[in-house]
């Protein structure tokens, strides 16, 4: 083999490895913007899990707040509104009980009315028999 064929054979090769390094170029490019690609996706990602954690902690605060209002409620309703509706009850019977007793001299004097109607009407049946 001569110098000039060895030559050949070395610049074939060089190229061949230089077809390949372009290669392996091209593909190390694409392979970073993936990885770009992929660290935006990452942030993002990152960016929407913070978002996500605040908003489970502003979750967790409202649903504290709620629980110490319903607790509040639940105090005021055994403490006060219970006591105060037994009272109230108390008081409407002690006024039933009154008004039926005040009713019962009425309901006397209902009676007393009609039997002096009664007696009207049975001296007028006398008179017109009398006279």
Do not use: C, F, W, Y
């Amino acid at each position: 083999m001569q110098d000039s064929e060895k030559l050949d054979l070395i610049l074939k090769m060089v190229h061949t490895i230089d077809e390949k390094v372009s290669d392996l170029d091209a593909k190390v490019d694409n392979l970073e913007t993936k990885v770009d690609n992929l660290e935006t996706k990452v942030d993002n990602l990152e960016t929407k899990v913070d978002d996500l954690d605040d908003r489970v902690e502003r979750l967790e605060s409202e649903t504290r707040e709620i629980r110490q209002k319903v607790t509040k409620m639940d105090l005021i309703m055994e403490n006060e509104l219970r006591v105060n509706i037994q009272r109230v009850a108390e008081g409407h019977l002690d006024l039933s009980r009154n008004l039926h007793e005040a009713m019962k001299p009425n309901n006397e004097i209902e009676m007393l009315a009609i039997k002096v109607r009664m007696l009207e009407t049975d001296v007028r049946e006398l008179k017109d028999k009398v006279s």
